[in-house]
């Protein structure tokens, strides 16, 4: 916990608006996406979704292949408490929501389903208006999770909103990144939620970096998470194939712009 405090204050020292941004791309995005006050219809479903999981008083056997977690004692948990704790929060959601929307990719990649309340985001941002309008085919997300209760929870909830453009595949992420080939696939967006450890998640990095297009988005959270974890996003910052971060202190964007001279930035949203 004084890690994190450290961290923040940190980031409250470095961190900019878009005042601060020179370059015309993230002054963009910060503007028109992070920035975005309009109240979306999409909200009023992400918030429900949230609310019928912090109401489900369920307990779960949770199989946890990751670094573990700092809140709970035993594997035994309440289905309401993981959304509680472990869950993306609500303005998290509508950014993620809005992140999408703005790029407007046809396939996504997340590493780390949990209950589902990020993958509501991402699948409702797949199926916003100005995302159906650009493509002609059914966009998807692919959201791999390790721990099969957990999976089955999120399942039952896509099916009760109707997010059918989800793929879920219960998969330990190592053994999925080994049976797949990513030589002739691309994901335009990667949201990375799995193990929260320098290792698994530089692993990763590697390993699907063959998928990378110019217009690639990779999303990393929780970058500030432990004092590995902030190794790993500079090892990841110095990448000499990544030319553009963002530091949203939660989450790190990452981003393979050719175009773009190599620049890192840390942005308050």
């Known amino acids: 916990m004084l890690h994190l405090i450290k961290s923040y204050l940190n980031f409250l020292w470095q961190s900019k608006n878009q005042h601060g941004v020179h370059s015309p791309f993230v002054f963009h995005l910060v503007t028109k996406c992070f920035y975005d006050t309009t109240i979306?219809?999409?909200?009023?479903?992400?918030?429900e979704y949230r609310k019928r999981l912090l109401r489900n008083k369920q307990f779960i056997e949770v199989t946890d292949f990751g670094a573990g977690s700092r809140v709970f004692k035993s594997n035994n948990r309440q289905i309401s408490k993981i959304a509680q704790t472990a869950g993306i929060s609500v303005k998290k959601a509508e950014l993620l929501f809005?992140?999408?929307?703005?790029?407007?990719?046809?396939?996504?990649?997340?590493?780390?389903?949990s209950l589902g309340l990020a993958t509501s985001a991402l699948s409702l941002g797949l199926e916003s208006e100005t995302n159906r309008a650009k493509l002609n085919q059914?966009?998807?997300i692919t959201t791999l999770e390790g721990c099969p209760k957990t999976s089955g929870q999120a399942q039952e909830q896509f099916k009760?909103?109707?997010?059918?453009?989800?793929?879920?595949?219960?998969?330990?992420?190592?053994?999925?990144?080994k049976k797949n080939s990513f030589a002739t696939t691309h994901y335009q967006l990667i949201y990375f939620d799995?193990?929260?450890?320098?290792?698994?998640?530089?692993?990763?990095?590697?390993s699907l970096l063959p998928t990378?297009?110019?217009?690639?988005?990779?999303?990393?959270?929780?970058?500030?998470?432990?004092?590995?974890?902030?190794?790993?996003?500079?090892?990841?910052?110095?990448?000499?194939?990544?030319?553009?971060?963002?530091?949203?202190f939660q989450w790190g964007l990452v981003f393979f712009r050719k175009e773009q001279e190599k620049e890192h930035f840390t942005i308050r949203t």
């Open 40 to 47: 979306y219809s999409e909200y009023k479903t992400l918030k």
């Open 98 to 113: 809005r992140i999408v929307r703005y790029f407007q990719p046809e396939h996504i990649l997340e590493i780390g389903t």
């Open 138 to 140: 059914k966009s998807k």
């Open 160 to 177: 009760e909103f109707h997010l059918d453009n989800i793929q879920s595949v219960v998969t330990e992420f190592n053994e999925y990144l």
């Open 194 to 206: 799995g193990n929260h450890s320098k290792e698994a998640t530089l692993h990763y990095f590697e």
């Open 212 to 248: 990378i297009t110019n217009e690639t988005v990779w999303i990393f959270d929780d970058i500030h998470w432990s004092k590995e974890m902030e190794q790993a996003w500079e090892e990841i910052k110095n990448h000499p194939k990544v030319t553009v971060t963002i530091d949203t």
